[in-house]
């Protein structure tokens, strides 16, 4: 179990290098799966943490649909990649506009996705064991709302407005659970903001850490 990729690992594995690192308390950001482990070092250490900035951040349910989590559950799995179309669909549901493709770069990341996929599929099956109930449902429990609700960390929620895997409604969730934090919409932007936006994105940050 020390091996799998799971949630609690990473935050074990990532306090630890912060730990030793002694520079802390943090200004935690991560997008995605990033943004979990982030939040998850904020709730179990929260001493190192000044401030935690999820962008579109995993491990949080939304009270209505949550399309990533549903695909996990019926067997699909956007990250693993065998050919170029498994690629564009990739890339149309990570980000909101049409990508261009950039000569030698687009077909050298789509040839280390194809070729890093069974590695993919290992970290979200290693995931889907964590946060999978004994029913075979996604648990609550298992997710991070009910931690949020009694932090004493400052979080400030940046999500894409068109985010097709974790929906920008997860907002209102997250503002209704601890009314304390702060929530940050990028506009015209899907999944990865640092990505698409990255521009905005900077501007929350020197708002957040003024």
Request: hydrophobic fraction near 40%.
């Given at each position: 179990e020390k091996q799998m990729h799971t949630l609690q690992n990473y935050t074990v594995w990532m306090s630890d290098f912060l730990i030793e690192l002694?520079?802390?308390?943090?200004?935690?950001?991560?997008?995605?799966?990033?943004?979990?482990?982030?939040?998850?070092?904020?709730?179990?250490?929260?001493?190192?943490?000044?401030?935690?900035?999820?962008?579109?951040?995993?491990?949080?349910?939304?009270?209505?649909?949550?399309?990533?989590?549903?695909?996990?559950?019926?067997g699909?799995?956007?990250?693993?990649?065998?050919?170029?179309?498994?690629?564009?669909?990739?890339?149309?549901?990570?980000?909101?506009?049409?990508?261009?493709?950039?000569p030698l770069i687009s077909s050298t990341l789509q040839t280390e996705m194809i070729e890093s996929r069974f590695w993919l599929l290992k970290l979200m099956e290693d995931m889907k064991t964590f946060m999978i109930g004994v029913d075979d449902h996604w648990s609550p429990k298992n997710f991070m709302n009910e931690q949020l609700q009694n932090t004493e960390v400052q979080f400030h929620f940046i999500w894409g407005r068109y985010d097709s895997l974790f929906p920008v409604q997860t907002l209102d969730v997250l503002s209704n659970i601890n009314p304390l934090v702060r929530t940050y919409v990028v506009e015209d932007c899907g999944h990865c903001p640092h990505l698409e936006r990255p521009v905005k994105l900077a501007q929350y940050f020197k708002q957040i850490m003024g």
């Open positions: 002694d520079l802390g308390p943090y200004c935690l950001a991560g997008n995605s799966l990033g943004g979990a482990i982030a939040s998850n070092i904020a709730f179990e250490y929260p001493y190192l943490v000044e401030a935690c900035i999820p962008i579109s951040s995993a491990a949080y349910l939304n009270e209505g649909e949550n399309p990533f989590y549903q695909e996990i559950l019926s699909k799995n956007l990250f693993f990649v065998e050919n170029k179309a498994d690629y564009q669909e990739f890339l149309r549901r990570v980000f909101h506009k049409q990508m261009k493709e950039i």
